[in-house]
Every structure is written in structure tokens, then in C-alpha cells.
């Protein structure tokens, strides 16, 4: 069979997958089918964050540092797209959110598996992830499996081990269970790096790029969060914009950021 367009995309079912709720019982809403086409074009970049992550941890536990920057700089690119996204569902006032809000029942993008596998393999290890999806289920067995694999950290850690810089043992290996703590022996190696490894030196700060990159998403969903439905509760269950709040500092990669005050 000749691959068309089409038929190599899967257009036609990917085309069936905006179903609006609003639209069961003939009063369908408009601005619904934008919410379901933000929210699955996030969770497509979810899904090419999370392959990127993959191949940036190889290529830095190989030594391979071009191909790591270059796929750095991609995540990063994607980053941004998915930051000035938001910008689009900005266009929805509060009216056209609140028309369908309650056919949402309890849905949430806090229940995004792959937001909580991309957070699980960049290093936001936090229990609740692994618990707040029903034991048996396929998000439960998805974060469990990224789970099990070295954090973004500790492969960027093996690449500067392989320079020679003494990493402990214990920062690099093993399974991680809690987000990264920071640690003055490491700040000091990464001081060492920064001063005499133009490299390596690179690669840290698309890292904290990165990571800044993440804490700008936060905060711009926490506001469009604020604009769209004030201080009412989320349909996740959380106090929303609260809980939003408490989460826009999170550094995933504390001892990049202690070293500014101490050079
Ligand atoms: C009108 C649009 C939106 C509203 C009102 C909204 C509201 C909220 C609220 C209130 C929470 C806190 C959890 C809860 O109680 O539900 C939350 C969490 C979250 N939302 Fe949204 N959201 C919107 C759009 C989006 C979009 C487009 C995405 C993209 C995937 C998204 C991803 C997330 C994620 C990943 C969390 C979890 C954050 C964390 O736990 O750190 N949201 N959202």
C-alpha cells in the first residue's frame, strides 16, 4: 500500500480523538475542543520530552557531548514552545472555561502520567507520584518504570566523573528516592568545573536553562490558572492556585543554582 500522508500520520484517527464532552447532549461548547487540542498537543510533547531525555542521558553517560548539547538545546527549543503555548489557551475567558468546566468532573492535568514520568526522570522525585494513580494501572507501571532509571542528574554526574572530577559514588549511583538535596562537596566540584572545564561548563548551564525554563511554565500556568478560574478549587481535588503556587520555586537541580553565590 502506497504510505500517503494520511495514512502514515494516522490523520483520520487522530482526527477522532477531540470528542467534547459538551458535545453529547447537542449543546456543545466552543471553546471545549480548544481545551482538548492544547491538552493533547501537550501530552505530545510530553511524550518528545521524554524521548529526548532518554537520548541526552545516553549521550552524556557515553561522553558524547555535541550530540548532548545539541539534544539539550532541542528540549530546550520545545520548552519554550510549551511555555508560550499557554498564550493560546489565554484567549479563553473565564465565561467560555466555566461553559463546560463541569464536565470535567474530576479531570486534571495533574493527572498527567506523563508529566509525572517526565518530572520522575528529570529528578522531581516525590512519593505521591508513584501513589496517586490506581496500583495496576498503566500510569502507575509508567512511573515506576522511569522511576527505576538514573535521573537526569546522575547521568550528567557520570559524564563530569568521566572528566575526572572525583564524584562520590553514592551522588551518581544507585536509585534515587527524593528530589536532589544540595551538597557543598558537589558545589565544589562543580566550582572546579565551571572555572577550568569550558565544556562541561556549557552543558551545566543549558541544564539551568532548563530548569528555569520549567519554573517559567509553572508560573505561567499558575497564572493562566489565576485568570481563567480565580481561587476556586481544581477539578484535581488540590486548592489550585495555592497548590499551583507551592510548586513554581521547585529547582531541580539545587547545587547549579548554589554555586552563583559563591563564585
Ligand atoms: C483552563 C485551563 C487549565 C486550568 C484551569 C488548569 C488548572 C489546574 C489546577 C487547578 C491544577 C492543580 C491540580 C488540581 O486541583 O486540578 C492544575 C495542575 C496541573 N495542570 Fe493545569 N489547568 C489548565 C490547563 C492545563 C494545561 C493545558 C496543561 C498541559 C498539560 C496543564 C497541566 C497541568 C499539570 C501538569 C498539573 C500538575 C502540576 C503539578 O502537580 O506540579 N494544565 N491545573
Known amino acids: 500500500m502506497t504510505v500517503t500522508y494520511a495514512s502514515y500520520l494516522k490523520i483520520p484517527e487522530l482526527l477522532s480523538l477531540q470528542q467534547p464532552e459538551s458535545g453529547r447532549d447537542g449543546t456543545a461548547e466552543h471553546d471545549e475542543t480548544l481545551f482538548i487540542v492544547i491538552h493533547q498537543v501537550y501530552d505530545l510533547w510530553f511524550k518528545q520530552q521524554i524521548h529526548e531525555c532518554s537520548l541526552l542521558q545516553r549521550c552524556l ?3 558524547d557531548d555535541p550530540m548532548a548539547v545539541a539534544t539539550l538545546r532541542r528540549m530546550l527549543t520545545i520548552l519554550k514552545v510549551m511555555v508560550s503555548q499557554l498564550d493560546v489557551l489565554e484567549t479563553m475567558t473565564p465565561l467560555g472555561f466555566h461553559s463546560f468546566r463541569a464536565r470535567l468532573q474530576s479531570s ?3 493527572q498527567s502520567a506523563q508529566f509525572r514520568v517526565f518530572e520522575t526522570v528529570l529528578g522531581n522525585r516525590r512519593e505521591s507520584a ?3 494513580f490506581p496500583d495496576g494501572s498503566s500510569e502507575q507501571a509508567a512511573v515506576a518504570a522511569a522511576w527505576s532509571r538514573p535521573t537526569l542528574w546522575q547521568s550528567f554526574l557520570r559524564r563530569i566523573a568521566r572528566s575526572g572530577f572525583p564524584v562520590p559514588a553514592s551522588e ?3 536509585v534515587r528516592q527524593a528530589p536532589c538535596e544540595p551538597s557543598t562537596a558537589l558545589q565544589d566540584i562543580l566550582l572546579d568545573v565551571y572555572r577550568n572545564r569550558p565544556p562541561e561548563r556549557v552543558i551545566c548551564e543549558l541544564i539551568v536553562d532548563f530548569d528555569e525554563g520549567l519554573q517559567e511554565w509553572r508560573y505561567r500556568h499558575m497564572k493562566m490558572v489565576e ?3 480565580g481561587f476556586k478549587q481544581g477539578t484535581g481535588g488540590s486548592p489550585g492556585v495555592p497548590y499551583l503556587r ?3 520555586s521547585t529547582s531541580l537541580f539545587p547545587d547549579l543554582w548554589a554555586i552563583r553565590t559563591r563564585f
Open 61 to 63: 553517560e557515553a561522553g
Open 108 to 110: 486534571s492535568g495533574f
Open 130 to 132: 508513584r501513589t496517586q
Open 246 to 248: 507551592s510548586t513554581i
Open 172 to 174: 551518581m549511583d544507585g
Open 227 to 229: 485568570r481563567t478560574i
